[in-house]
């Protein structure tokens, strides 16, 4: 892992909060999306649905990934690319567990007790 030079990628990678962008459509996002979405509540991450400065990743939905979204939407997730903010797709599970996992032990070691699933 490289080192981290950028104090805003420095400040995203200890934040809690977790943006989700794009509005599912499809059976099989909707299901994911709140799944994933209940999954960041049991964690003690915060999800939100405007960019800030301190935005630890952002989940989004496939139309999203795929370009098909609103120009507010592009440019959210054009202004967390610029800020070195992971965009991840809801589907993918494997790198959300990844990228959240620093600040969910964290969270854990700072409160005392295990986090369940972390």
Do not use: K, Y
Not at 91 to 108: E, F, G, L, P, Y
């Amino acid at each position: 892992m490289s080192p981290i030079s950028d104090i805003r990628t420095a400040r995203c990678r200890r934040s809690r909060r977790v943006l989700f962008v794009g509005n599912p459509t499809r059976r099989s996002d909707v299901s994911q999306w709140a799944m994933v979405r209940q999954w960041v509540v049991l964690q003690g991450l915060e999800p939100i649905r405007s960019f800030g400065d301190d935005v630890l990743c952002v989940i989004v939905t496939e139309d999203v990934l795929d370009g098909r979204c609103s120009s507010a939407e592009s440019l959210v997730v054009r202004q967390a690319r610029d800020n070195a903010v992971p965009c991840i797709s809801v589907h993918d599970t494997t790198t959300i567990w990844h990228t959240t996992a620093r600040v969910r032990a964290r969270m854990s070691l700072s409160n005392g007790t295990p986090r369940e699933g972390a």
